[in-house]
């Protein structure tokens, strides 16, 4: 049975078809595993009203590669979903922070945990769950709490996305997905909550069977969509992280 | 830190590593507390960060960074022998298990009755709470490092916090500039004094009552 190719020429053409109101999770902690390709082309697409789903939206740093902030400051992006809203030190300046306080994006904040959790249990196939994070503080209040076992949780509920952009180390044609590291971060559990995930690849793909079963992280059931990203210049790398002065450390 | 009394910031860092048990999985929070790491103790410690790394060593020279490999300040560090990696949500479930043994994590604010706050700065909209309140929640001890007081010298150990909680009734060590201190509900109980501070000025810079033990011990710098 012929089986249409997962593999794309372009990350222009990968992104292409993607429509205005979507929900995206973007994976990446740091810099590995950033999709800063299919963010890339995203960019130049230009589909609106979409909301966004990240640890953080990035923009912080000097040396800049394409992040959630550019689609805000873009004008593509109605709601952010993130684990940073705002700088934790006083110095810091996001993108983000001017269209939040003009009332031009909605920006929920969740902690790190629960964002892993909701995202989590959309691809698992569990509505809800009950956690302890956030019990007691400004993020709970009004909403629904339940004491299991004498301790208080906090009701949560699935995250399913729409589009998932990952980036991943190795794949075979078939889509399965090897992470290296700790670009691994958000990746398997984006995959598993959308219905239509891109990948970029850092490696030549390979022969379904050259990746191990045993050490498949993503199998390819969950992936629609995959590019070899060129080299530099025309494909992007992330370089190393600049160092911050120590007395910027400070946390307020 | 220059300027301000009392310890310096790695001599904070350093004291609350000594209080790292044989075995633990510590998470060090970003800022101040991965300074524990630079400590030389003999202590045999599995260092857990959000990213999914648990088992990370050193920072490593430029030159030498592995581009895949980062700790939750971003860093590029390196792996010990015995090191593994897991995703997002199961890093999560190492700590909303219950399995971290200590956090420490960098603040604006704590009360005596272990509250404390570091996601949202006054006046801000929104804020950054990363991984800061499920460690917060579910670690077996919460650790908190900070300045004794804001650079105008209003105080930041309180009798409960300004700003908004990351979580309440969870921090069992506080380690400032000027001393160790530990939340006994209504009061702060000063465990260790910096060297070259007196008690009065503890007092003075603190926002809620200070007990204070016979024959208080003076933190030993390394």
Same mark, same amino acid.
């Given at each position: 049975?012929?089986?249409r190719?997962?593999?794309?020429?372009?990350?222009?053409?990968?992104?292409?078809?993607?429509?205005d109101g979507?929900?995206?999770?973007?994976?990446g902690?740091?810099?590995?595993?950033?999709p800063?390709?299919?963010?890339?082309?995203l960019?130049?697409?230009?589909?609106?009203n979409?909301?966004?789903?990240?640890?953080?939206t990035?923009g912080?740093?000097?040396?800049?590669?394409p992040?959630?902030?550019?689609l805000?400051?873009?004008?593509?992006?109605?709601?952010?979903?993130?684990?940073?809203?705002?700088?934790?030190?006083?110095s810091?300046?996001?993108?983000?922070?001017?269209?939040?306080?003009?009332?031009?994006?909605?920006?929920?904040?969740?902690?790190?945990?629960?964002?892993?959790?909701?995202?989590?249990?959309?691809?698992?196939?569990?509505?809800?769950?009950?956690?302890?994070?956030?019990v007691?503080?400004?993020?709970?209040?009004g909403?629904?709490?339940?004491v299991?076992?004498?301790?208080?949780?906090?009701?949560?509920h699935?995250?399913?996305?729409?589009?998932?952009?990952?980036?991943?180390w190795?794949?075979?044609?078939?889509?399965?997905?090897l992470?290296?590291?700790?670009?691994?971060?958000?990746?398997?559990?984006?995959?598993?909550?959308?219905?239509?995930?891109?990948?970029?690849?850092?490696?030549?793909?390979?022969?379904?069977?050259?990746?191990?079963?045993?050490?498949?992280h993503?199998?390819?059931i969950?992936?629609?969509?995959?590019?070899?990203?060129?080299?530099?210049?025309?494909?992007?790398?992330?370089?190393?992280?600049?160092e911050?002065?120590?007395?910027?450390e400070?946390?307020? | 830190?220059?300027?301000?009394?009392?310890?310096?910031?790695?001599?904070?860092?350093?004291?609350?590593?000594?209080?790292?048990?044989?075995?633990?999985i510590?998470n060090?929070?970003?800022?101040?507390?991965?300074?524990?790491?630079?400590?030389?103790?003999d202590?045999?410690?599995?260092?857990?960060?959000?990213? =999914?790394? *648990? #088992?990370?060593?050193?920072? &490593?020279? !430029?030159?030498q960074?592995? $581009?895949?490999?980062?700790?939750?300040?971003?860093q590029?560090?390196?792996?010990k022998?015995?090191?593994?990696?897991?995703?997002?949500?199961?890093?999560?479930?190492?700590?909303?298990?219950?399995?971290?043994?200590?956090?420490?994590?960098?603040?604006?604010?704590?009360?005596?009755?272990?509250?404390?706050?570091?996601?949202?700065?006054?006046?801000?909209?929104? =804020?950054? *709470? #990363?991984?800061?309140?499920? &460690?917060? !929640?579910?670690?077996?001890q $919460?650790?908190?490092?900070?300045?004794?007081?804001?650079?105008?010298?209003?105080?930041?150990?309180?009798?409960?916090?300004?700003?908004?909680v990351?979580?309440?009734?969870v921090?069992?060590?506080?380690?400032?500039?000027?001393?160790?201190?530990?939340?006994?509900?209504?009061?702060?109980?000063?465990?260790?004094?910096?060297?070259?501070?007196?008690?009065?000025?503890?007092?003075?810079?603190?926002?809620?009552?200070?007990?204070?033990?016979?024959?208080?011990?003076?933190?030993?710098?390394?």
């Open positions: 049975m012929a089986r190719s997962k593999i794309f020429g372009s990350f222009t053409e990968a992104v292409a078809d993607i429509p979507s929900t995206i999770a973007f994976a902690f740091a810099s590995p595993g950033v800063l390709n299919l963010i890339a082309a960019l130049k697409q230009g589909a609106k979409l909301t966004c789903i990240t640890n953080g990035g912080a740093a000097p040396d800049r590669m992040d959630i902030g550019m805000v400051e873009n004008g593509q992006v109605t709601k952010v979903i993130a684990a940073f809203t705002a700088p934790t030190r006083a810091d300046r996001i993108p983000l922070t001017k269209y939040v306080n003009e009332g031009k994006v909605e920006a929920e904040l969740v902690p790190q945990g629960t964002l892993a959790e909701r995202l989590r249990a959309a691809g698992a196939g569990i509505p809800a769950f009950y956690t302890p994070t956030a007691g503080t400004e993020l709970a209040a909403r629904e709490t339940r299991f076992n004498g301790r208080e949780y906090l009701l949560e699935a995250m399913p996305v729409d589009v998932a952009f990952l980036r991943a190795k794949a075979d044609t078939f889509g399965n997905l992470f290296r590291r700790s670009q691994r971060n958000f990746n398997p559990i984006m995959a598993m909550a959308a219905k239509l995930v891109i990948v970029e690849v850092e490696e030549d793909f390979v022969q379904p069977g050259e990746i191990d079963p045993d050490d498949v993503t199998p390819g969950f992936v629609q969509r995959m590019v070899r990203i060129p080299p530099a210049p025309e494909g992007l790398w992330p370089g190393r992280r600049p911050r002065a120590p007395a910027k400070k946390q307020s | 830190m220059s300027g301000t009394k009392g310890l310096e910031r790695q001599q904070i860092a350093d004291r609350v590593a000594q209080e790292f048990q044989e075995g633990w510590v060090l929070g970003v800022g101040m507390p991965t300074m524990c790491s630079n400590t030389p103790i202590t045999d410690l599995i260092y857990h960060s959000e990213n =999914g790394v *648990i #088992g990370y060593g050193p920072v &490593l020279p !430029a030159g960074e592995d $581009v895949h490999l980062v700790n939750a300040g971003g590029n560090v390196s792996l022998p015995g090191a593994a990696i897991v995703h997002h949500a199961d890093s999560f479930a190492i700590i909303r298990s219950g399995r971290i043994d200590v956090t420490v994590l960098g603040i604006y604010e704590v009360a005596c009755n272990g509250d404390f706050a570091n996601w949202k700065v006054a006046g801000a909209n929104g =804020g950054g *709470i #990363g991984g800061a309140m499920d &460690l917060a !929640a579910c670690a077996k $919460v650790f908190v490092i900070l300045e004794h007081t804001t650079r105008d010298g209003s105080p930041r150990l309180l009798r409960s916090c300004s700003l908004p990351t979580a309440r009734g921090v069992t060590l506080v380690a400032t500039n000027l001393g160790l201190f530990k939340p006994l509900g209504d009061r702060f109980l000063l465990r260790e004094i910096a060297p070259g501070v007196t008690v009065d000025e503890v007092r003075a810079a603190t926002g809620a009552p200070i007990e204070v033990p016979d024959n208080l011990p003076v933190i030993r710098t390394l």
